[in-house]
């Protein structure tokens, strides 16, 4: 009898313990990844005790997640638009960001912050968002959201380039201002162009 009592027992223990491993397992599974934007933030604030560095660790991060939220949604009305000139500009926006990044990658791997590797979530549902309309309201939709990345990147940088007590991060900054603003200027022009639709 004590036999039988102590494999019911060991029995109901072992069940406890694989519903527990089947529980965890599965919040895992359900569990949203971090956005990397997010990550990069928290791992910057933990390594930078100076309110500078980590002033300029953030400015690398949002400019870093502009860029990439920039460049998945010019490859996306690459394939969604049938205007050529749009096409072209989203061509140019691809390009220049992807070297944007290249810069900004290189300055913070000396500097030994962190930076996001993927679009955040707020680009991803953008991304989403575009990705289910109609060639027209795409088009619309697409140049008011670079109209708006390229002013609050305009913002950004600026601040950055007069603000960061980091000489390379300043140049960076102050280097990639004209650029912004062309973008900002041709998004400007197509927006007007589509709002009138």
């Known amino acids: ?11 109901i223990k072992s069940t406890i313990v694989t519903a527990t491993l089947f529980t965890a397992m599965a919040c895992q599974e359900n569990k949203k990844p971090e956005d990397t934007k ?3 933030d928290n791992q ?8 500078s560095k980590e002033n300029d660790a953030q400015f690398l991060v949002n400019a870093t997640a502009l860029n990439l939220n920039t460049i998945e949604l010019a490859q996306l009305a690459q394939q969604k638009s049938t205007n ?25 791997n000396t500097k030994f912050m962190v930076i996001p590797k993927s679009m955040t979530d707020d680009g ?17 939709a697409y140049t008011n959201i670079m109209v708006k990345e390229h002013q609050e990147a305009i913002i950004l940088f600026d601040k950055a380039s007069t603000e960061s007590k980091d000489q390379e991060i300043k140049a960076l ?8 603003r062309q973008h900002l200027d041709i998004a400007i022009t197509f927006q007007e162009k589509y709002n009138k639709k």
């Open 44 to 51: 910057n604030e933990y390594n930078f005790t100076t309110n």
């Open 84 to 108: 050529d000139d749009l096409k072209s500009f989203a061509i140019m926006l691809e390009k220049d960001h992807k070297a944007s990044i290249k810069e900004i990658t290189s300055l913070a």
């Open 124 to 140: 991803k549902t953008n991304f989403k968002d575009l990705t289910n309309l109609s060639t027209i309201e795409f088009e619309k």
């Open 1 to 11: 009898m004590t036999r039988k009592k102590h494999y019911k027992t060991a029995f």
């Open 173 to 180: 900054a102050a280097s990639t201002l004209p650029k912004l």
């Open 38 to 40: 997010v990550v990069a």
